[in-house]
């Protein structure tokens, strides 16, 4: 109904979990709805005591897309100048990792909402799409663009142009999907992955995420140098001192999160 909340947040542990709350519009991202998930991404990801974040569905859907019944009737200049759906780049400069269990349908939005994540579990049951096409339009959201550098031309041509979902096993084959396990399995996974990333240094996490992303973003020459550069800062840290110090005393490390 209109009153529920369109998304849920809880703390587990130092995990922070957002789960998209509209099952019965199969979680299609309306705007409040991307609002509320940025939002809650940027508190998360400011919150020291939070480690890394977890991005939870429901069984059916991840997310069946945009909102089709918002945007149906919007014109060209509505559209641009509310660059409708410009702040889901903030969620893309969220520096905390992000996990997401991805199940039943990721299409559309759905797809690259979850192409905006860090580490995607999914499931054989799992549908990745671009559909758009069937509707006239394209993919919005950066689809063209991390789909076609996750997966290469060939496969990415293929879902933008022809719409066809991939399931759970083919996404993986292709380098969409980190890990794929049992449908039932997927949620717990991913909190399992989250909760693993973090029980590590925030810091560290958080700029390893910043090196990898980099790979996106620039030339190998100059990622490599980014990286490099990020690698020495390390060495300001508590935690680095904390980290290597342990290893050499054969116990584990406490991290001081700085
Ligand atoms: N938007 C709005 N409502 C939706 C959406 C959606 N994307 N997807 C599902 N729903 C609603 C249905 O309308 C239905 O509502 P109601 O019960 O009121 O009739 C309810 O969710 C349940 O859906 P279905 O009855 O259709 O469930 P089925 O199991 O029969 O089918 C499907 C499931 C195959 C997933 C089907 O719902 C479907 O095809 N959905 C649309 C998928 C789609 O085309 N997604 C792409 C949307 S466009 C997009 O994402 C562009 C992104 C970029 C925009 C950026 C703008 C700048």
């Known amino acids: 109904t209109a009153d529920e909340p369109v998304i849920l947040t809880e703390t587990d542990g130092r995990v922070g979990v957002i789960t998209l709350n509209r099952p019965k519009a199969l979680n299609a991202l309306n705007e409040a709805t991307m609002n509320a998930v940025v939002e809650a991404a940027e508190a998360f990801d400011m919150d020291p005591e939070v480690g890394a974040i977890l991005l939870l569905g429901s069984p059916k859907a991840f997310a069946a897309g945009a909102d089709i019944k918002e945007m149906k009737d919007r014109t060209f200049t509505q559209m641009y100048a509310s660059d409708w759906f410009q702040a889901w780049e903030r969620l893309g400069r969220v520096r905390t990792p992000v996990v997401a269990a991805v199940t039943g349908y990721a299409l559309g939005g759905g797809c690259e909402l979850a192409m905006m994540a860090d580490v995607l579990i999914a499931g054989p049951g799992t549908r990745f799409g671009q559909p758009e096409i069937q509707l006239g339009v394209i993919p919005g ?9 996750s997966v290469g031309k ?33 949620q717990d996974e991913a909190r399992e ?11 560290s996490a958080q700029m390893a995420k910043e090196a990898v ?5 620039t030339t190998l020459q100059q990622g490599i140098v980014h990286e490099r550069r990020i690698f020495h800062s390390l060495f300001a840290t ?12 054969k116990r584990k490390p406490e991290w001081e999160q700085a």
């Open 141 to 149: 959201m950066g689809g063209s663009q991390r789909l076609t550098r």
């Open 154 to 186: 060939a496969k990415a041509m293929d879902m933008v142009l022809t719409g066809r979902q991939v399931d759970g096993e083919e996404a993986e084959r292709i380098g969409l999907v980190s890990r794929l396990v049992e449908d039932e399995k997927v």
């Open 193 to 203: 992955v989250a909760q693993k990333i973090a029980s590590f240094s925030k810091p």
């Open 213 to 217: 992303a980099a790979a996106f973003e």
């Open 238 to 249: 508590a935690d680095q001192k904390e980290g290597m110090g342990a290893f050499a005393e």
